[in-house]
């Protein structure tokens, strides 16, 4: 790995940047998806025989980060092309890959990722959605919480459980459900976000699905698992580091004019200092994401367990400072609507959450790394 951007990563960066600034923060959802479907980008990491570009997660992040700096970055990248394309890619079937990857990457179709449960939250060993064999169907219940886009996801990529026949314990495993699925029900949560992508409660009820759902190996859905998952950190440290420049970028364009002494308020060091802290922090947190997604890239799954889980701690909390610093240095603007920074108070937090809270990445790096023991 190199720490300087090779000339590819800084073509596809300078592109993607040229796409964000034609949409801004006006942007259109589908406008601007379908348009970065066209120029391959969605389906950069995708396998080049199923339509995508060839690359890895190292690819998709520039893209992602690139679209959020720009103001318009697209959620639904962190788990339709991100952890659902990746974990199609490396454990579908012939059959999977054939249906989903060429339409995933030319944005044609879109795929949810439902993991988070109301009784479960932090705990995913306590989730309790359950697949059970009727024939050679499956039948899958239970609750999700918190999901992202199910409303403009063709379908959802549900981890569920399924019973081991010898011992009884319920293993992980994952599922497609279509949108339309009969027992599929959605209902809309009521967020205190700006943001197009909705958040649905989700209640599976007795779903008949095929034996083609399955994804993978009903007997390593773990591993299966953890595959999505650390893409989709680094997705969201991308996400992250996307929002925090943008926010950044706005209140350096305020502080260089804004003058109410004699001479720009970015000139007091009160104001500088806080913001090349937020630039500092911003690019620690990139370099980290690119080790993360050096060691994804490279099949170094371990490896990059840890790196993506500390990208993301990272890029959530410099999102979250670079925000707040824009906001402070915009003083009364920072709250209007017209300056519209004050909804990324509430946006960059979800950095900080989701998709694996800031305790819980410091509760990994303290027993896995540091060797500490648990408190749970
Ligand atoms: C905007 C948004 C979009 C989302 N999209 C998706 C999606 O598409 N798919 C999906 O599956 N999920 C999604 N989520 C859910 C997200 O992943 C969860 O909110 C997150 O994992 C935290 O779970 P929880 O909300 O149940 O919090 P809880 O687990 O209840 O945690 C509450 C608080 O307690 C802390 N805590 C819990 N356990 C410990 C511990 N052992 N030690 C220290 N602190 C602890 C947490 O850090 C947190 O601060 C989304 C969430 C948001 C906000």
Redesign the pocket.
């Known amino acids: 790995m190199t720490t300087t951007e090779t000339e590819d990563h800084k073509a596809l960066r300078s592109a993607v940047a040229a796409l964000g600034k034609r949409h801004g923060r006006t942007y259109d959802r589908e406008t601007l998806w379908s348009e970065a479907a066209k120029l391959g980008y969605l389906g950069v990491n995708l396998p080049e025989e199923y339509g995508g570009g060839g690359g890895g997660i190292a690819e998709l992040s520039i893209v992602l980060e690139e679209l959020g700096a720009a103001g318009c970055p697209l959620l639904m990248m962190v788990?339709s092309p991100a952890i659902c394309g990746t974990v199609i890619a490396r454990f579908g079937t012939d059959a999977q890959k054939q249906e989903w990857l060429p339409a995933l990457a030319d944005g044609t179709r879109t795929m949810?990722?439902?993991?988070?449960e109301?009784d479960?939250?932090?705990?995913s060993h306590r989730i309790t959605t359950t697949a059970r064999r009727d024939g050679s169907d499956w039948l899958l219940t239970g609750r999700?919480?918190?999901?992202?886009?199910v409303d403009i996801a063709d379908a959802t990529l549900i981890?569920g459980r399924t019973e081991d026949s010898r011992t009884g314990r319920l293993k992980p495993c994952l599922f497609i459900v279509p949108r339309d699925a009969e027992g599929f029900r959605r209902h809309q949560i009521d967020?205190e976000?700006q943001?197009v992508e909705k958040?649905f409660e989700l209640t599976l009820d007795d779903i008949r699905l095929p034996a083609e759902a399955l994804v993978g190996d009903e007997d390593a859905g773990l591993l299966q698992l953890f595959a999505g998952l650390n893409p989709e950190r680094i997705m969201t440290a991308a996400f992250a580091i996307g929002m925090g420049r943008y926010a950044l970028a706005q209140a350096i364009t305020y502080a260089r004019d804004r003058t109410v002494w004699n001479t720009p308020i970015g000139a007091h060091q009160a104001i500088a200092h806080p913001l090349a802290q937020a630039h500092i922090d911003l690019e620690l947190a990139r370099l980290m994401m690119q080790k993360a997604a050096y060691l994804y890239d490279e099949g170094d799954d371990v490896g990059a367990g840890e790196a993506a889980n500390m990208a993301k701690y990272a890029a959530g909390e410099a999102c979250v400072r670079a925000v707040d610093q824009a906001v402070h240095t915009l003083g009364g603007n920072g709250l209007t609507r017209e300056f519209g920074l004050a909804s990324l108070i509430t946006a960059a937090r979800?950095a900080r959450?989701?998709?694996?809270?800031?305790?819980?990445i410091?509760?990994y790096v303290s027993h896995q790394t540091l060797g500490l023991p648990k408190?749970?």
């Open positions: 788990v949810a990722f439902g993991i988070t109301p479960a939250g932090s705990n999700k919480v918190f999901i992202s886009g981890v967020m976000l943001a958040q979800v959450i989701a998709p694996v809270s800031r305790e819980m410091l509760n408190s749970y």
